[in-house]
């Protein structure tokens, strides 16, 4: 089946820094990618849409300076915090669609294991 | 605006029968999800529904009324690792795989 691998499963870092996480499609190509946040016992919420070759897509709310998205190839995208702050402290999952599934039609997405941001 | 609601915490016995209940509102309609997450996981994909009626899996079933804005996840035989959250998600968008998730009903699992 389709795997989407994230990278790196946590980190900390001090505030004011920045940090990059990475999501690879591994065995399928994905045109688009979604990034979510979660915070502990919350559902997730979806920040913004990455598209291979063009800007990201936001959500309401999010900050677009704050959370670099670049979508460089069709298995990577890339989510930068910049300048983090120890509320920017969360569980990042991304996700992806391997349009081979058997569910064809259906927009099953494959999500990454997440990356647990921690800011001091 | 979008809105999905489902309980937030449920109860349930091994060996029993539980039914997570999901309410709608969006825009739009492209297809109802249901995803399992345990704590400090990533989410894995459980059931789809796009037309009215009961879709069977193994022990998990779901079941869709759009007239209704409504879903609901059957789990039957309940076992201990059944013990999880259960997200309900909507694709309210006529294009791509953008799809807005409820807040998530944590069940627990009794022996």
């Known amino acids: 089946g389709a795997v989407v691998s994230q990278h790196p499963s946590w980190v900390i870092c001090k505030s004011g820094t920045s940090v990059k996480i990475e999501c690879r499609s591994l065995d399928f190509q994905a045109t688009t990618m979604f990034w979510y946040r979660q915070f502990p016992k919350q559902s997730l919420m979806l920040m913004a849409t990455?598209?291979?070759?063009?800007?990201?897509?936001?959500e309401q709310g999010v900050e677009k300076d704050k959370f670099l998205i670049n979508h460089a190839s069709l298995t990577l995208s890339t989510l930068t915090v910049t300048s983090a702050h120890p509320e920017d402290s969360s569980f990042y999952i991304c996700?992806?669609?391997?349009?081979?599934?058997?569910?064809?039609?259906?927009?099953?997405?494959?999500f990454g294991a997440g990356s647990r941001l921690t800011v001091l | 605006g979008q809105n999905i609601d489902q309980p937030t915490e449920m109860t349930a016995t091994e060996g029993a029968i539980v039914q997570i209940n999901c309410t709608y509102q969006t825009s739009g309609f492209n297809g109802l999800f249901w995803y399992q997450q345990h704590a400090g996981e990533a989410p894995t994909f459980l059931s789809y529904?796009?037309?009215?009626g009961l879709e069977e899996k193994g022990r998990f079933s779901s079941f869709l009324s759009r007239s209704k804005g409504y879903s609901y996840l059957l789990l039957k035989e309940l076992q201990m690792k059944d013990s999880a959250s259960y997200l309900c998600?909507?694709?309210?968008?006529?294009?791509?795989?953008?799809?807005?998730f409820g807040s998530g009903t944590r069940l627990s699992i009794r022996p």
């Open positions: 990455s598209n291979e070759g063009s800007k990201a897509t936001y």
């Open positions: 996700s992806a669609r391997d349009n081979r599934g058997v569910h064809s039609g259906a927009n099953v997405l494959t």
């Open positions: 998600a909507v694709s309210p968008y006529s294009s791509a795989s953008k799809i807005i």
């Open positions: 529904n796009v037309l009215d």
